[in-house]
């Protein structure tokens, strides 16, 4: 074979090398993943960016692509693509567990066995560890500085001399307020006459958590149920809100990430996970304001110290196989 062949083989093989690592995700010569990284992602614009620009400070061989929208968005775009032939991402950081457990039912998920979970609290992930809790978003009472009364549990929201004057997300919209539907009407102290009292009480169901933190934060009504970091920063910020954790517990949301099973970079797609779940990856979520699904990052700034949460116990499988009647039923009740 003549030189100048033989050097062309090499080239073309060389090239070949390179477009399948760029592919598949190989190692770099640092042993760190490089290639493409599909993220879909239902945080909001400000914590998607700076979650991206922080995994790349570690990793910046990989390159981030992101396709960012609301939770039942990304669930919509993800099940068009399977029926379509299969979705381009590798990886996903979602509001809640239930839309994992779903993809996981669906056998969408691949199985991490080696995440880094030492620390973590084991309700905080799945027991297959196909999906990992990044933080706990708790709902809680929020309540105008204005009120004349204040309410210490649930149970209280319910009483004559709140009629009226309460807000609350209406889980066709929200996922957080799927989770506490799910959550509190499998409580015996709570269950389905609870909501039912509610809108005996003349509560109103609006579309999202920010609808609630308008109504309480302009006085429309007095009290509403809201999720943690939403009212403590808008108080930070001089709204007249107050935030109660109420007595009987709070229900709460994960925002977990998770790797498609169909992953074409699963080198990165471990890496992502292994930054979320990482110190570094937890003590962001602190700084972005957020309570860490791993206690030993810190507190954020407006969480008061000491503070004590007791979370309410989820059913997360059980939530999701329920989840089509509960919103029915909620449906049925608040007429929206």
Do not use: C, H
Not at 251 to 262: G, M, N, Q, S, W
Not at 291 to 315: E, H
Not at 316 to 321: G, S
Request: aromatic share 8%.
């Amino acid at each position: 074979m003549k030189v100048a062949s033989r050097r062309r083989l090499i080239l073309a093989a060389g090239l070949a090398a390179i477009i399948v690592a760029a592919a598949t995700g190989a190692q770099a010569p640092d042993g760190k993943p490089n290639g493409k990284l599909v993220l879909y992602t239902s945080q909001p614009e400000r914590d998607a960016s700076q979650t991206v620009a922080a995994f790349k400070r570690v990793y910046p061989a990989v390159e981030v692509e992101v396709f960012r929208s609301g939770t039942s968005e990304v669930m919509a775009k993800l099940a068009a693509e399977f029926s379509g032939g299969g979705s381009k991402a590798d990886v996903l950081l979602l509001a809640d567990a239930a839309s994992m457990e779903s993809l996981k039912k669906e056998g969408r998920l691949l199985a991490y066995p080696d995440a880094k979970v030492a620390g973590l609290d084991s309700d905080t992930y799945d027991a297959d560890r196909t999906y990992f809790g990044s933080k706990l978003i708790t709902t809680g009472i929020a309540v105008n500085t204005s009120a004349k009364s204040r309410p210490t549990s649930w149970a209280d929201l319910v009483r004559p001399e709140y009629k009226g004057q309460i807000a609350m997300p209406s889980p066709l919209y929200s996922g957080a307020a799927a989770i506490m539907l799910g959550t509190m009407t499998t409580r015996p102290d709570l269950g389905w006459t609870y909501f039912e009292k509610l809108k005996a009480a003349d509560a109103v169901a609006v579309r999202g958590n920010g609808a609630v933190l308008t109504a309480v934060a302009n006085g429309e009504k007095s009290y509403g149920v809201l999720v943690d970091f939403m009212a403590f920063n808008a108080k930070a910020k001089g709204s007249p809100i107050d935030f109660i954790f109420p007595m009987e517990g709070t229900p709460a949301v994960t925002e977990p990430v998770a790797i498609l099973k169909t992953t074409q970079n699963a080198p990165a797609a471990r890496a992502f996970v292994d930054f979320i779940l990482s110190d570094e990856g937890q003590k962001l979520a602190v700084s972005m304001g957020y309570i860490p699904a791993r206690a030993s990052a810190g507190s954020p700034a407006w969480l008061p110290p000491g503070t004590k949460i007791k979370l309410m116990n989820t059913d997360i499988p059980r939530v999701v196989q329920s989840n089509s009647a509960n919103l029915k039923r909620f449906a049925d009740i608040f007429g929206n």
